[in-house]
């Protein structure tokens, strides 16, 4: 039987899961790994940690499955993005990596800004320079960390750092390298000119790749540490959300994603650049060769109702542990005894500032209208409408921009409330799907792989064969009218409090 593997490195941790080429999990296995903040908004992780994690769930999942090393056609990788890993001449790691949540880097962005013009840096890279993003992270430690800096040779992506121990190849992709700030999204290719303005050297940098394509494979060296078979072929694989967009079935015109986690994310395709010249929202390269996505995050979706849960809703996490369920399904239980708009209560969810289309740091979370009548189940009910708020308001961003969203999926712990896809079904006017596997980028990680191993012709084939969807909720158009005003309140909120928010913060 012809399986294939996807590796999936997170930020908690790796998940491993074997595949058939029907899409369905033969084995899954999870292994975590420490986050270091050595100081206050630093975010830093120890590369030899998920390599020790890919070894141990590629292992795990032979095991589990009883598969034969040689029955694997391909291994796909997807991971987390932005994350700078630097190696010397022999390949070893010469500092833990900067992750993409690490926020150090503002004035190093600052400075790439004024290199490059903020107008000329959208142009290539279709994205202002964030912290978030990994040039920043280059300049920080050539500034302050010389030494490391005069030792390193190659500059690669975390998931990127697995593909070299796996392969002994310093390779990237387009979609992962996107979230750079250096490469031509445009032409897929690094751009001279911003590695010129920025003096860095493009021999550091990892060979390009489309996501699909094969970039190595399984060393003997690899091979006796993972259990693989020597030879495997590896395909570039893609950034996280790339990879889930894939493994969802967003390849083609019209289709996208919702992701309710601790951030909300949109991710739609676009089978031609579209750019907001305003920043608010990410277009990166797609991982389907000649596509590209656009993509929104809001900071603090599901970390607005676990902040709710943890601060005023002791007693529905005390009766869940008794009854074994989710306190999350009392919780969305009394949201439904709350009517639309909460009893005219709104709830900004700007708990960590926000990212889209605010990119506002000193933003902060508020219920506005607050009063003597409002109960906890208003409370739950408006902070639920927020969140969908928000990402109405980053899809009204793409669909300026010529973006056409008419097939949208949801996943993400959140998507499993049936009130929450309802309510983003109602709000966004379209119908909003669940995906029947939960291994999004694990599955599109698999499939790109299926690709580049000629399981499957093509991505959009690999879909087909390998992706099922659950069922829609379609919207409810009286719902959809009487979410409107409170959803044009909330947009008149933020303007209105801006100056407020930055006053908070210089106190």
Known sequence: MDLLLGIDLGTSG????????????????????????????????????????????????????????RDIKGVGLSGQMHGLVLLDAQGHVLRDAILWCDGRTQAQC????????????LSITANPALPGFTAGKILWVREREP??????????????????????????????????????????????EILSALDIDPALLGRMYESCEVTGAVTSSAAEATGLSPGTVVVGGAGDNAAAAVGTGVVGAGKAFT???TSGVI?????????????????????????????????????????????????????????????????????????????RLVYLPYLMGERSPLLDSDARGAFIGLSAVHTK????????????????????????????????????GGARSPLWRQMLADVYGCGVKTAASAEGPALGAAILAGVGAGVYASVEEGCAAAVRAG???EPDRAAGAAYEPYYRLYRELYPALRSSFHTLAGL
Not at 110 to 121: M, V
Not at 154 to 183: Q, W
């Open 14 to 69: 790796t998940k491993t899961v074997l595949f058939d080429t029907a899409g369905h999990a033969v084995a899954s296995h999870t292994a975590e790994y420490p986050l270091r903040q050595p100081r206050n908004g630093w975010a830093e992780q120890d590369p030899h940690d998920w390599w020790r994690a890919v070894r141990e769930t590629i292992r795990a999942v032979l095991v589990k499955s009883g598969a034969e090393p």
């Open 110 to 121: 600052d400075e790439i800004t004024e290199r490059i013009g903020r107008e000329r840096l």
């Open 147 to 192: 030494e490391i800096y005069k030792k390193c040779r190659h500059i690669l992506l975390p998931k990127d750092y697995i593909r070299y121990k796996l392969t002994g190849e310093f390779a990237t992709e387009v979609s992962d390298a996107s979230g750079m700030n250096l490469l031509d999204v445009r032409g897929r290719r690094w751009s001279g």
């Open 259 to 261: 992701t309710l986690g």
């Open 267 to 343: 991710f739609a395709h676009a089978d031609q650049v579209a750019i907001d010249p305003r920043g608010r929202v990410h277009t990166f390269c797609s991982a389907v060769p000649g596509a590209w996505t656009v993509m929104s995050c809001t900071l603090s979706a599901g970390l607005s109702l676990q902040w709710l849960r943890n601060n005023f809703c002791a007693a529905e996490m005390e009766t869940a542990a008794g009854l074994g369920i989710d306190p999350y399904e009392l919780m969305t239980a009394q949201a439904e005894r709350s009517p639309i708009g909460a009893n």
């Open 377 to 412: 189940p208003d409370l739950i009910r408006a902070v639920l409408e927020g969140v969908v708020y928000a990402q109405r308001q980053c899809l009204d961003v793409f669909r300026e921009m010529g973006v056409d969203v008419r097939d949208m999926a949801a996943c993400g």
């Open 471 to 473: 069922a829609v909720q």
